[in-house]
């Protein structure tokens, strides 16, 4: 028995075949329709889904906002920091020597807020912006507490007073407002 050599083998190249590459993509599954309506374009993304699913639906202005409130923590908090007698002064229309230390602190902390109110500008995740949204809403709504309580130990409130109160209270909404819509899970079309 003569023993015929073999012909040499030939690598099949199925990335050019196309037909070879659709069949091959039909039996893992990939590249149709799921029951959600998603084509995957690999078995890893139906395994683990598509990452459009996480992706953060915010709402308009939401970015805006916390722009204009890191940019009003920032300038408040250096306000308070380097010119304490002035800011009391201005809010309590009479400078309170004895609350200087209490101002400066004050500034401290409204500090340490607007460097949350920065990060929470430039991140993409939906929990961190969540929690920014409510560090702001408990900062509104105890400065207007804190505030309130002042006015009635006082006796009165100066304009800029009430109007501070006006805001904090507005500022609240706003903030509590976009912390609400964030929140909500998106309606499947």
């Given at each position: ?46 395994m683990l889904g598509n990452e ?103 006796g009165s409130a100066s304009n ?30």
């Amino acid at each position: 028995m003569a023993s015929k050599p073999h012909p040499p083998l030939m690598k099949k190249h199925s990335q050019t075949d196309l037909v070879s590459r659709l069949k091959t993509r039909k039996i893992l599954g990939v590249g149709g329709e799921d029951d959600d309506g998603e084509v995957h374009r690999s078995k890893i993304s139906q395994m683990l889904g598509n990452e459009i699913k996480f992706a953060v639906r915010e709402p308009m202005g939401l970015r805006v906002w916390i722009l204009i409130s890191a940019v009003m923590f920032t300038v408040m908090a250096l306000m308070a920091l380097a010119f304490p007698g002035q800011l009391s002064e201005m809010v309590f229309e009479e400078e309170l020597s004895s609350s200087i230390i209490s101002i400066r602190l004050y500034g401290g902390a409204l500090l340490s807020i607007s460097l949350i109110m920065w990060n929470g500008l430039y991140t993409a995740e939906k929990v961190i912006i969540q929690w920014t949204l409510l560090t702001e809403a408990c900062y509104f709504t105890v400065q207007f507490l804190v505030m309130t309580a002042t006015f009635i130990e006082m006796g009165s409130a100066s304009n800029s007073g009430i109007l501070l109160l006006l805001s904090r209270v507005l500022f609240l909404i706003i903030t509590l407002c976009y912390y609400y819509h964030l929140g909500r899970r998106p309606k499947k079309i």
